[in-house]
């Protein structure tokens, strides 16, 4: 197996088309070489597959060969020899990984100097300055790259002769400056490590390529690859180029540029470049760049031919490219290309804009696959304008978007607020149904336990709202906080970032969010892939919601969550009301009164989704979430007495308290305890519908009952729904109901065959699937515990964010491959939170779902997502 490949190798394919093994740069190398035949300095690539066998088993055997007699051919080629004394060449040697991970891995330039090569440099080129000022940068950077040391001595090197000497730059420092730096530099790095620095070339190309394989495993890069879903497994590839140099004279630069703006998507470069300096000096940030315009100013020449290459780079790629280049001595060489990151309003102009350019003539398939689905989020939800924050703390990222706002700690306190017109994030340790009224008066939420689908999660999501939960560093107490040290009162400013899990002390510029007509031409485009393959539906609980889903392209409503109609201030003393109850006149008082509000409710979701199918879910929660906090009444009686109506909520909670709620009187359980109440839902709803039905209106009802575990079981909640839907006008009204499950246990999916013969549905519940298969609390494990499993690599991926393919998602497939055998016209879909993640999409389309659910924010990236679901099937096809 050959590990090493020039970049004119001849490759059975087009090098672009080997990612996996010569990774992004190398494949990209090697197409502009032998491909295009631009001006490349040359060089080899020593593949991904070396790495992978250096990371598991060490350097691999015949790897030195390979790399002694592929740098023959490129010191040949060249006409220089590394590290030679007289006449030397230089190398950099670069990561490159399948995917791009701009900054993540490590990078060695001018590797080949040495007390000897340095004089044969500043001979070759007639310039001491130039070959010292190489050469202290190759000591500082091997240091800090290979050796591990700390950067900070070495830049305080170099300030103090600058210091000393005056000078306002470095490429002011005199050469004798820059020897004392190099000497200097060489003997930091003998005190640190004990031994002399390197100065054998061979020695240093080992050192080097082994740090980049290395700089794989490292904290900022699996971070990334966390952030990105880029697999842990895949390893990196290593690219050793010969050296040009930017930083030779004052004919010499370098600069890094974009073929369009990858901030709007303009059709035209952007960039910056350096006179006389190295390429990291332009990333690095430490000297001030000059714009991509005035090259033509300072380099004429170069600035015409570097724009046709531009175009020949477009043409080719048929896509933006990030170009680094460099300029020795008035001729252009360019270093590295690559598919250029972009905001997501520059990805959707650039997609529909190229696909109306007759020279890359996307399709409308090519440039639905060129949007990520999260780039959607970018142009939906506003932002933090700018990135440069000062974190005051961390947590989960659990509803995008961004909020500045004044501290509250109460649900009271933020509807108080919010009727001033205040802007408030509203903090807490953790919500419960109590605080709903509240989280909708806030601009924000932050809670200090809870995770990805806890309650404040949820509630958050589905209304749009920015939360930040899981900060474990927030502590309550009193009107006041402290936030990693700082202390924080009611009334202060903070900002939060519901994307990132950000929390920042004080008020943050936020750029606002004003989605482009590019949007939704992208969208339709979509539309039309997945039309018939795979529906988007929304997760959606009352009028204005669903109104607003079925804007944002929602199909119809997947999960119809009833209970958080019974949350609102008017409805929930009812509630109580019907729990308190003392005899059944009492409670059948009660159950008309909700029947009667629910009926509204439903009549402005079914108006919402004239046409459309609406699932709605019988009653879920155990009751006592409906009841006050037991400890809370506990705590009042034993310091200053409770009312009368106070002493018998204290009594109902007691009553209906579980120690394991999850698992407890819940869902078709509590239909079982108290059938009254499901029955009433369901006369609201028919209700509902035949009042649609008489206005002119098109309803489409799905009944959903959830947590069922048997055939048995479903078969008397069914009876129960038949008999609601007989007892009504429905059947005169030309109504029809369909009544299916939640599959939310592994039972339920394992017996799916048997639940099938009583259910026209079935919509899985991977939220609460997620929590039983994997014996996780979600509300818990994810503040604690999750991080350490994912750094571990104990599981790949957090399961309540992305399906777990290799258990849920077996449950999943397991389940509708049993229903549809014995049901064959069943239809599935999914309702939990996994129903808004591209990749949980993915999966569901491959398993054959006829829909996916999610929050109504969250349909646009939904559309997307199922749509590149279907083609990459198709692809596999």
């Keep these: 197996m050959a590990f090493v490949f020039d970049f004119d190798h001849e490759h059975e394919v087009a090098p672009r088309e080997l990612r996996a093994l010569l990774g992004g740069k190398g494949a990209n190398l090697a197409e502009m070489t032998s491909v295009l035949g631009l001006p490349v300095p040359p060089g080899f690539t020593i593949s991904t597959e070396a790495c992978r066998e250096y990371l598991a088993h060490g350097w691999p055997d015949g790897l030195d060969a390979e790399i002694r007699g592929h740098l023959v051919r490129l010191e040949e080629s060249f006409g220089r020899r590394l590290g030679d004394a007289e006449d030397p060449l230089l190398v950099s040697v670069r990561s490159g990984a399948q995917f791009s991970m701009p900054g993540m891995m490590d990078t060695v330039l001018d590797l080949g100097l040495n007390d000897r090569s340095v004089e044969g440099l500043a001979r070759q080129t007639s310039d001491e300055r130039f070959a010292y000022d190489s050469y202290r940068r190759f000591v500082a950077m091997y240091a800090r790259i290979v050796l591990g040391l700390d950067s900070a001595p070495f830049e305080a090197l170099l300030e103090d002769e600058k210091g000393a000497a005056q000078a306002a730059s470095d490429a002011e420092l005199p050469t004798e400056s820059l020897r004392r730096v190099v000497v200097a530099s060489k003997a930091l790095v003998e005190g640190a490590t004990g031994t002399p620095f390197p100065e054998e070339p061979a020695g240093q190309l080992r050192g080097a390529i082994e740090a980049v394989f290395s700089s794989w495993?490292?904290?900022?890069?699996?971070?990334?690859?966390?952030?990105?879903?880029?697999?842990?497994?895949?390893?990196?590839?290593?690219?050793?180029?010969?050296?040009?140099?930017?930083?030779?004279d004052e004919e010499s630069g370098t600069g890094v540029a974009f073929t369009r703006d990858p901030a709007t998507g303009e059709r035209r470069p952007y960039g910056d470049f350096l006179v006389n300096a190295q390429g990291e000096d332009v990333v690095a940030g430490i000297r001030n760049t000059l714009p991509l315009a005035e090259l033509s100013e300072r380099f004429p020449t170069v600035h015409e031919q570097l724009l046709g290459m531009f175009d020949r780079l477009e043409a080719h790629f048929r896509d933006m490219c990030d170009v680094e280049f460099t300029i020795e001595q008035g001729r252009l060489w360019l270093l590295q290309t690559r598919v250029g990151k972009r905001t997501g309003r520059a990805a959707l102009r650039m997609a529909v804009e190229m696909a109306d350019e007759p020279v890359i003539a996307l399709s409308h398939a090519e440039a639905v696959a060129r949007v990520r689905p999260d780039q959607i989020d970018g142009v939906l939800h506003p932002q933090f304008a700018g990135g440069d924050v000062v974190v005051a703390t961390r947590g989960l990222g659990a509803s995008p978007g961004?909020?500045?706002?004044?501290?509250?700690?109460?649900?009271?306190?933020?509807?108080?607020?919010?009727?001033?017109?205040?802007?408030?994030?509203?903090?807490?340790?953790?919500?419960?149904?109590?605080?709903?009224?509240?989280?909708?008066?806030?601009?924000?939420?932050?809670?200090?336990?809870?995770?990805l689908v806890s309650h404040a999660a949820v509630v958050a999501r589905g209304w749009g709202k920015p939360a930040v939960v899981?900060?474990?560093?927030?502590?309550?107490?009193?009107?006041?906080?402290?936030?990693?040290?700082?202390?924080?009162?009611?009334?202060?400013?903070?900002?939060?970032?519901?994307?990132?899990?950000?929390?920042?002390?004080?008020?943050?510029e936020l750029a606002s969010a004003e989605p482009p007509g590019t949007l939704e031409t992208v969208l339709s485009w979509a539309d039309e892939i997945r039309d018939g393959r795979i529906g988007v539906r929304a997760n959606a609980d009352n009028g204005p919601d669903a109104a607003n889903a079925r804007r944002l392209g929602a199909e119809g409503i997947g999960l119809c969550r009833t209970e958080h109609?019974?949350?609102?201030?008017?409805?929930?003393?009812?509630?109580?009301?019907?729990?308190?109850?003392?005899?059944?006149?009492?409670?059948?008082?009660?159950?008309?009164?909700?029947?009667?509000?629910?009926?509204?409710?439903?009549?402005?979701?079914?108006?919402?989704m004239d046409g459309m199918p609406v699932t709605v879910r019988l009653l879920d929660p155990p009751l006592h979430e409906f009841l006050p906090d037991v400890s809370a009444l506990a705590l009042k009686a034993a310091i200053e007495g409770l009312t009368p109506v106070e002493e018998r909520l204290y009594g109902a909670a007691r009553s209906w308290h579980e120690m394991n709620p999850m698992l407890g009187t819940r869902g078709v359980r509590l239909g079982i305890v108290k059938p009254g109440l499901y029955?009433?839902?369901?006369?609201?709803?028919?209700?509902?519908?035949?009042?649609?039905?008489?206005?002119?209106?098109?309803?489409?009802?799905?009944?959903?009952?959830?947590?069922?575990?048997?055939?048995?079981?479903?078969?008397?909640?069914?009876?129960?729904?038949?008999?609601?839907?007989?007892?009504?006008?429905?059947?005169?009204?030309?109504?029809?109901?369909?009544?299916?499950?939640m599959v939310e246990t592994p039972r339920a999916a394992l017996r799916a065959d048997e639940l099938a013969e009583q259910a026209d549905f079935f919509s899985f519940g991977t939220n609460d699937l997620t929590q039983m298969t994997f014996g996780f609390s979600r509300d818990d494990v994810e503040a604690r515990m999750m991080a350490i499993y994912l750094e571990r690599g104990l599981i790949p991926a957090n399961p309540f964010e992305q399906i777990d393919t290799e258990g849920v998602g077996e449950l999943v497939r397991c389940a509708a491959e049993r229903g549809r055998s014995a049901n064959p016209g069943i239809k599935l879909g999914i309702c939990g939170e996994h129903g808004g993640d591209p990749s949980s999409i993915a999966f569901f389309a491959e398993v054959g779902l006829d829909y996916v659910s999610c929050s109504p924010f969250r349909i646009p990236v939904a559309r997307l997502a199922a749509a590149q679901a279907v083609l990459a099937l198709d692809a596999k096809r």
Excluded: K
């Design 470 to 508: 899981g900060a474990e560093r927030v502590e309550i107490a009193g009107d006041e906080l402290r936030i990693a040290g700082h202390v924080v009162r009611a009334g202060d400013l903070i900002s939060i970032d519901g994307t990132s899990g950000v929390v920042v002390l004080g008020a943050v």
């Design 217 to 248: 495993l490292g904290p900022r890069a699996r971070a990334y690859r966390e952030r990105e879903h880029i697999a842990h497994d895949l390893g990196t590839a290593v690219t050793v180029q010969a050296m040009v140099f930017g930083n030779r």
């Design 679 to 741: 029955a009433m839902q369901v006369h609201a709803l028919v209700d509902a519908a035949i009042d649609r039905i008489e206005s002119g209106g098109h309803p489409i009802v799905e009944v959903m009952i959830p947590l069922t575990v048997s055939r048995e079981e479903l078969a008397l909640a069914r009876s129960w729904v038949e008999d609601a839907v007989s007892a009504s006008r429905a059947a005169s009204r030309g109504l029809e109901v369909r009544i299916g499950t």
């Design 565 to 608: 109609m019974f949350l609102a201030d008017d409805r929930l003393p009812i509630v109580r009301r019907m729990i308190l109850a003392t005899d059944p006149a009492e409670e059948a008082a009660a159950l008309e009164e909700l029947r009667c509000v629910q009926r509204e409710d439903f009549v402005g979701i079914l108006e919402a």
């Design 402 to 451: 961004a909020a500045v706002g004044r501290v509250v700690l109460s649900a009271d306190a933020a509807v108080e607020a919010a009727a001033r017109g205040e802007s408030v994030v509203l903090v807490t340790n953790e919500t419960s149904p109590e605080d709903v009224r509240g989280m909708l008066a806030a601009t924000g939420i932050l809670t200090r336990r809870g995770g």
